[in-house]
C-alpha cells in the first residue's frame, strides 16, 4: 500500500536558522500531499498542501514542493521562530470512489531554541 | 472559522467497558472520518462514512469498533468492550464533499482515551 516516510526527530534549532524536514512516500497513483502540524495539546492542523506534482505549497513562511520524479514533499522554513515548536506530519491523500484516506509519516518533532 | 469539535477531551475507562466518544463535523461537510494515534506512533485511519454509510474501513476497525450519526449532526465512534491497547488519542475529521476528490479533511482536536 501507499507510505509516508518522514525525518526522524526531534529537530532541534535556534532561532531564525532554516528548517528542512524531509519527507518521501511511495503511492500507486498521484496523490495529493499534506503537511499537517500539531501543537502541543492540540490537535491536527493543516499547514499546506500540493495536488500535483511540481506545486508548490505555502502558508506561514512554509513552503512544500511536490517532487513527482524524487516522490518528495520536503519542508522548509528560512527563519524558525520558538513559536513553531510543535509535530509535523507529512501525509498523503489516496483518492477513493467516496471521500479520501490519509496515509500519515510518523511525525517529527521540532524544537526551536530562544 | 468553522471547526469540528469532540467530546470528551479525556476519556478513562476500565477494559471491558464500551465507551462513544462524539464529534460534530463542520455543518455543510459530507464526509466523516475517525482516526487514532497510539502515544508515539503514527496517526492510522480507522474509518470514513458518507451517506450515513460506511465507505471504508482499516483492518483495525473490527466487530468492536461502530461508527453512527444519530441526527445529523453528531458522528459517534463507539468502542464495546475497550481494551488495554485501545488506549489512543482518536481524532475526528470532516471533508466538504467533492466525490472522488483529494480534498483537505479538518480535524478536531482528539479525544484521549485511557483504558485502565
Known amino acids: 500500500g501507499d507510505s509516508v516516510t518522514q525525518m526522524e526527530g526531534p529537530v532541534t534549532l535556534s532561532e531564525e536558522a532554516f528548517l528542512t524536514i524531509n519527507c518521501t512516500y511511495t503511492?500507486?497513483?498521484?496523490?495529493?500531499l499534506f503537511w499537517y502540524v500539531q501543537y502541543p495539546g492540540e490537535g491536527l492542523q493543516l499547514l499546506l498542501k500540493?495536488?500535483?506534482?511540481?506545486d508548490k505549497g505555502s502558508n506561514k513562511g512554509f513552503e512544500a514542493t511536490y517532487r513527482k520524479e524524487t516522490t518528495s514533499f520536503h519542508l522548509e522554513k528560512g527563519s524558525v521562530q520558538v513559536s513553531d515548536s510543535a509535530v509535523y506530519f507529512c501525509?498523503?491523500?489516496?483518492?477513493?470512489?467516496?471521500?479520501?484516506?490519509?496515509?500519515f509519516g510518523a511525525g517529527t518533532i521540532l524544537r526551536v531554541k530562544s | 472559522e468553522p471547526e469540528v469539535t469532540q467530546t470528551p477531551s479525556h476519556q478513562v475507562t476500565q477494559m471491558g467497558q464500551e465507551v462513544i466518544l462524539r464529534c460534530v463535523p463542520i455543518?455543510?461537510?459530507?464526509?466523516f472520518y475517525w482516526y487514532r494515534q497510539i502515544l508515539g506512533q503514527k496517526v492510522e485511519f480507522l474509518v470514513s462514512?458518507?451517506?450515513?454509510?460506511?465507505?471504508?474501513k482499516s483492518e483495525i476497525f473490527d466487530d468492536q469498533f461502530s461508527v453512527e450519526r444519530p441526527d445529523g449532526s453528531n458522528f459517534t465512534l463507539k468502542i464495546r468492550s475497550t481494551k488495554l491497547e485501545d488506549s489512543a488519542m482518536y481524532f475526528c475529521?470532516?471533508?466538504?464533499?467533492?466525490?472522488?476528490?483529494?480534498?483537505?479533511?479538518?480535524f478536531g482536536p482528539g479525544t484521549r482515551l485511557l483504558v485502565l
Open positions: 475529521a470532516s471533508s466538504p464533499g467533492l466525490a472522488g476528490s483529494q480534498e483537505t479533511q479538518y
Open positions: 503511492a500507486t497513483g498521484y496523490p495529493s
Open positions: 500540493a495536488t500535483k506534482a511540481d
Open positions: 501525509a498523503l491523500s489516496e483518492r477513493r470512489e467516496y471521500g479520501n484516506k490519509l496515509v
Open positions: 455543518s455543510n461537510h459530507l464526509y
Open positions: 462514512f458518507y451517506n450515513n454509510e460506511i465507505s471504508e
